[in-house]
């Protein structure tokens, strides 16, 4: 700042301007409509120094809404290129009120002067600086239109409280091509976007449309690159924007590209590089290629120094929603093999944290929270901690690795004995947690990191977190690895943070960190799954249900995550299911329900997802199981009773039982009433009421009508009554619609309750 500062010159003039004509009104005098923003850019670059340019534009301005008070400025040609010192300030004008929202919150600043094209002119560059406007400064302008570049050029940048790619109104404007906002790939030497202060903060949207039917908003780039000289360090601050969203902080309004920030490539100090308090979306578009993700650290030098990426929300609206990240949310990008990356993502102090939501995979992108380059070297020093995984496809930091056939895996990364193997990061070997308690507020961990200290810079340092499927969701705490501990295992207690929930059931995953900034991915342990299916065989038609149990073969803790079920139908049969800790030791399980609708004999696969639990197979891959299932055929819809006739004892209860034979596939139902015969109601037996019996998909059980006979003390022929079904709904009576009740003395022991006998004609 103090570079800033001290290249800043002291205003040679101020010029107001008072009229929405895109005409060069280059006056700017006290008189009415003669100092445009053509104009008075126009002006600023005959004089030397630095300028100011502010406004003061009259409601009645045929360009001015009187409903809002904005004011549109349109271009129909390039404005002139900035060669001096300048300063815009768009809260000048009347009405204009810079936003009072903390980061990461929504935006509610009130702009009153928008800056947009005329009619179908794509300006290439809207401000464009040349290298001897060694300061501009812009404030509180909506600036909307396609173009290569709303920023471009120049050498110092102080860009805050300004809207990019959508109107005053917080709209997306309706224009089709994309909308870059900063093109600084050159040789700039300090560039801020933002600031700490609510007023500072910048709404910077993606605009255009995609390939969608219909297009949906979003598109354009944006890059910010600063290099240092021998007497001055470049400095990059992106801090508390809203970046992909619109200013209401929950619709996404994503670039097509990641913001892309890059420190340089020259032979001096490494710039310093501060991203700071940002909330980024990328939700999904079709821009017709593997476009995506949120940020990318653009690497051409040896950096020396860490860029820093703390207190940035990534994927969630400030309503909690997750608009998410398409691909991973940041990439770590480098020139060639020989460059050498260092960041530091989060921090152990408050509010350094970063948090990561909804990764959604793509392409080679599995939706991960960062992706380290693919680099057989080691160097690379990507520091991982304090960060908060919620729901994203992918893992932590993903250390793209090496197959056997010469390609290239994304994932899960194994450890190898002593750590000797290189890549993003040396491949820094994971903590393995052997053992684990909780006793109230005490966290009891066993754990050992396979590094050898001829392969890790010692000491390390080891993060714990409470595991959300396969990534940390919140540090518990931190252990230091000594170099005299090295290989072996340690246990350490914790006192869980006040508040903080962990429980037996739950599942802790870590990160090692060496003393170099180097941090592995988040650790994991291995299971076997087993899948059962009931009932089987079953009808087609019919939801029956898939259990897998899960038991961990590694590791103190019961499995966590989901498993899919497919069953090889066609299209695939499937349902998903989470697994919940059971009684048992190291196990877990889970069901769901398969609805065939094919029938023959089919194979249920079950498939534990690594990416989606902290668990694995022995190869860091998937894990799965299959049972075989039988899918019959379930015939017409029936009901019937189940004899035409039954014998009912005196001083017993008789159970008539109405079956559903087959189907199953409609919901269906049938009305039970009673007739009269020569027994007496209420006197020989307790007639049950008429009514309807209703069966569900599925549903097979037979409905049981209780039926007590009544005893006396007379020796009385056989007595009888009926009972039929009529009016079936998506059903057909089939084979028997009546059945007779006969009622037989007690002491006639040759029967028993439900004898048939012969069947009513």
Request: charged share 15%.
């Amino acid at each position: 700042m103090i570079g800033l500062l001290g290249a800043r010159a002291v205003s040679a003039a101020n010029f107001v301007v008072d009229t929405t004509s895109d005409t060069s009104l280059s006056a700017c005098t006290a008189a009415a409509a003669d100092c445009s923003l053509r104009g008075a850019m126009f002006a600023a670059n005959n004089l030397a120094g630095g300028d100011a340019i502010t406004f003061s534009i009259p409601g009645s301005d045929p360009g001015c809404s009187a409903e809002t008070g904005v004011c549109r400025i349109e271009i129909g040609t390039a404005l002139p290129a900035i060669n001096q010192p300048l300063s815009i300030d768009g809260y000048t004008q009347p009405g204009a009120q810079p936003n009072t929202i903390p980061a990461p919150g929504a935006n509610n600043a009130q702009l009153k002067i928008e800056l947009t094209r005329s009619g179908i002119f794509v300006p290439n560059n809207v401000f464009q600086l040349n290298g001897t406007a060694t300061l501009f400064e812009l404030r509180g302008l909506a600036i909307f239109t396609p173009t290569s570049g709303m920023v471009s050029g120049g050498l110092r940048h102080v860009i805050r409280g300004n809207w990019f790619g959508v109107t005053a109104l917080g709209e997306s404007p309706d224009y089709s091509s994309p909308g870059t906002v900063f093109e600084l790939g050159f040789f700039n030497r300090q560039i801020i976007i933002g600031g700490s202060n609510p007023e500072d903060r910048n709404v910077i949207a993606g605009s255009g449309r995609d390939l969608s039917s219909p297009p949906l908003p979003g598109g354009g780039t944006n890059i910010v690159r600063v290099n240092s000289v021998m007497t001055d360090r470049g400095d990059i601050l992106i801090e508390g924007n809203l970046i992909g969203f619109a200013p209401d902080g929950i619709t996404s309004l994503p670039f097509r590209d990641p913001f892309s920030v890059n420190p340089g490539d020259d032979a001096f100090q490494t710039p310093t590089v501060r991203i700071l308090d940002n909330r980024f979306s990328r939700a999904a578009r079709n821009f017709s290629g593997a476009f995506g993700g949120a940020l990318r650290i653009m690497t051409n030098r040896t950096m020396t120094e860490a860029a820093v990426i703390q207190g940035n929300i990534f994927g969630l609206g400030v309503d909690g929603s997750r608009v998410g990240v398409q691909k991973d949310h940041i990439e770590i990008f480098l020139g060639n093999n020989s460059r050498v990356p260092k960041v530091l993502i989060g921090g152990l102090g408050v509010g350094e944290g970063n948090v990561f939501a909804a990764g959604a995979s793509f392409g080679v992108d599995l939706g991960s929270a960062v992706r380290l380059p693919n680099s057989a070297l080691a160097g690379t020093f990507i520091e991982f901690v304090g960060n908060r995984m919620l729901g994203n496809q992918g893992i932590g930091l993903d250390f793209p690795h090496p197959t056997a056939g010469g390609g290239v895996a994304f994932g899960r990364t194994l450890n190898d004995v002593d750590d000797v193997d290189l890549g993003a990061n040396q491949s820094q070997n994971f903590p393995v947690i052997s053992a684990f308690s909780v006793a109230g507020d005490q966290l009891n961990l066993t754990y050992g990191v396979d590094s050898a200290p001829a392969n890790s810079a010692y000491p390390l340092r080891v993060d714990f977190y409470r595991a959300l499927g396969d990534e940390g969701e919140e540090l518990i705490d931190s252990d230091v690895y000594l170099l005299t501990e090295a290989q072996t295992s340690k246990s350490v207690t914790f006192t869980l943070p006040p508040g903080f929930d962990l429980d037996a059931d739950d599942v802790v995953v870590a990160v090692a960190t060496d003393a170099e900034g180097r941090s592995s991915e988040f650790s994991f342990g291995q299971l076997q799954i087993t899948v059962s299916d009931a009932p089987d065989p079953f009808p087609a038609g019919i939801p029956f249900s898939v259990e897998v149990v899960a038991t961990a073969t590694s590791g103190p803790f019961k499995p966590n995550g989901t498993v899919l079920v497919s069953m090889n139908t066609s299209p695939a049969t499937t349902c998903t299911m989470t697994l919940q800790p059971t009684a048992t030791a190291l196990t877990s399980a889970g069901s769901c329900e398969l609805l065939p609708l094919q029938v023959g004999s089919r194979t249920i696969t079950a498939t534990y997802q690594t990416l989606a639990g902290a668990f694995s197979s022995a190869t860091g891959d998937n894990v799965t199981a299959i049972a075989a299932h039988t899918v019959t055929d379930p015939g017409p819809e029936q009901i019937s009773f189940a004899s035409c006739a039954a014998v009912g004892i005196e001083g017993r209860e008789l159970v008539v039982e109405v079956r559903r034979p087959s189907g199953g596939v409609a919901a269906v139902q049938v009305d039970l009433t009673h007739e009269a015969g020569t027994a007496t109601p209420g006197t020989d037996y307790a007639a049950p009421a008429d009514q309807t019996l209703i069966w569900a998909p599925g549903d097979f059980a037979p409905k049981l009508i209780g039926i007590p006979i009544d005893a006396d003390a007379l020796v009385e022929p056989v007595e009888t009554f009926r009972l039929r079904l009529s009016n079936p709904v998506n059903a057909s009576i089939l084979p028997t619609a009546l059945t007779e009740i006969r009622i037989r003395n007690g002491v006639d022991a040759g029967f028993a309750d439900g004898f048939e006998g012969s069947c009513v004609n």
